[in-house]
């Protein structure tokens, strides 16, 4: 399969700014601040790919992490949200396992 870009120049540009402001907004923010700034960049990543992804990464992008409950993210219960978020990394290890291992079955 043909590599596509998935991110144009001012997408990318505004993904990096906000992750450089994010890591300069942490020096002064709470701890706990820091996974929901990566949350944040990573559903703006998802959000850009979303029209230009192939339908099988389509599909995962609509799955796990927009299920990730906003009010999870906000919760004062730590251990919900550690959970959660396990949830979703292992999704994404599961996807990308299945994604990358497709390669090299050729």
């Known amino acids: 399969m043909a590599s596509a870009m998935v991110l144009t120049e001012d997408e990318a ?12 907004t942490q020096l002064d923010e709470a701890a ?3 996974p929901l700034r990566l949350l944040t960049a990573a559903g703006r990543l998802a959000d850009f790919m979303a029209e230009r992804a192939s ?12 299920a990730l409950p906003e009010s999870v993210l906000r919760s004062i219960d ?3 949200y550690a959970t959660e978020l396990d949830t ?5 290890g599961d996807y990308l396992v299945n994604h990358f291992g497709d390669r090299g079955a050729s």
Request: hydrophobic share 50%; charged share 25%.
């Open 13 to 24: 540009l505004e993904l990096l700014a906000f992750l450089i402001t994010a890591a300069r």
């Open 32 to 34: 706990e601040y820091g």
């Open 55 to 66: 339908p099988a990464t389509r599909a995962f992008l609509d799955g796990p992490f927009k």
């Open 78 to 80: 730590p251990s919900k």
């Open 88 to 92: 979703v990394c292992r999704a994404v």
